[in-house]
């Protein structure tokens, strides 16, 4: 056989290019005439599945542990407690690091420690949904609140986000007034706060307006305002002040030491005082005050 043909007489690159053979034999039924066959038809092309960018790679997830079998609370009075111990440690858990963090953000405003770097790296480096507006905010709740008070809101229900939102108020008695009534139940949220927020702010800035065309009569009335609406912010708070202290007071053991039985009645004169001569200043205000309304 000669070189480069099989054995059908083709050459090799016949072969491969897929042509078959040539026979003069056929069956007796391949003899009978076939009927024309349709051309097959070609398979629909599926459609490709999109390839993601290099960025949008599946982010691998940490799993946590799977959890131990739980045990059953005996009692539904035992249910309750346990569901809320959890509900009480979890928010506080979840003021704590934020006020924690407060206190690193304050370091870093400072510039006296983690070197150059800034709060806007730091929320970059945390990812997460961390803004450098929240960490800021974290700073201002880490100095205006010590931790107690943070978890006495936190109890409360109160957001960390809305305890930090507060702690920015830079002016002591709006702030007060706006801790007052999230106490009272009537503030919850970060959108609440800026609305008690605004319409505090358009109440003094619409007390500080003139009212008059003579600069005295705006003087007297700027100072009316401003003296009475002090004078009604701290009057509240120490009436709610005096009434969470005599909570429960009636239930009290007298005092047995005369010493500390003395104390108490020396400092309970004192306040006496205080509160007389408060009075006085009051009634001076007051006559004052009728000198310049009219």
Not at 34 to 48: L, T
Not at 127 to 145: D, I, N
Not at 160 to 173: H, K, L
Not at 208 to 222: C, H, S, Y
Request: charged share 35%.
């Amino acid at each position: 056989m000669a070189d480069g043909l099989n054995l059908f007489g083709q050459e090799e690159d016949e072969v491969s290019a897929g042509l078959a053979p040539e026979t003069t034999e056929s069956k007796p039924e391949e003899a009978a005439a076939k009927p024309e066959e349709k051309p097959a038809e070609k398979p629909k092309e599926q459609p490709k599945a999109e390839t993601l960018p290099a960025e949008a790679k599946k982010v691998e997830v940490e799993v946590l542990p799977p959890v131990g079998p739980i045990k059953l609370k005996k009692t539904f009075e035992e249910l309750v407690d346990y569901v809320k111990t959890e509900i009480k440690d979890t928010a506080l858990k979840a003021a704590r690091i934020p006020w924690e963090l407060g206190a690193h953000v304050k370091e870093l405003k400072e510039g006296s420690k983690y070197g150059d770097h800034s709060v806007e790296e730091l929320a970059e480096a945390l990812g997460q949904g961390y803004r450098a507006s929240w960490l800021y905010e974290t700073g201002k709740m880490f100095e205006v609140y010590d931790w107690e008070r943070v978890a006495e809101l936190a109890a409360m229900g109160i957001s960390p986000t809305t305890i930090a939102r507060v702690a920015t108020i830079s002016d002591p008695s709006m702030r007060k007034r706006i801790e007052m009534k999230i106490e009272a139940g009537e503030i919850k949220t970060v959108k609440e706060v800026n609305r008690e927020k605004s319409l505090l702010q358009a109440a003094e800035d619409k007390a500080a307006e003139p009212v008059g065309d003579d600069e005295k009569t705006v003087a007297a009335a700027a100072k009316v305002r401003a003296i009475f609406g002090k004078i009604e912010g701290t009057a509240k708070t120490l009436t709610e002040d005096l009434q969470e202290a005599a909570v429960g007071i009636d239930e009290l053991d007298n005092i047995a030491d005369d010493a500390v039985n003395d104390s108490c009645v020396t400092r309970i004169g004192s306040v006496h005082e205080v509160l007389t001569d408060l009075k006085a200043e009051m009634v001076k205000a007051c006559d004052l005050m009728k000198k310049v309304i009219v």
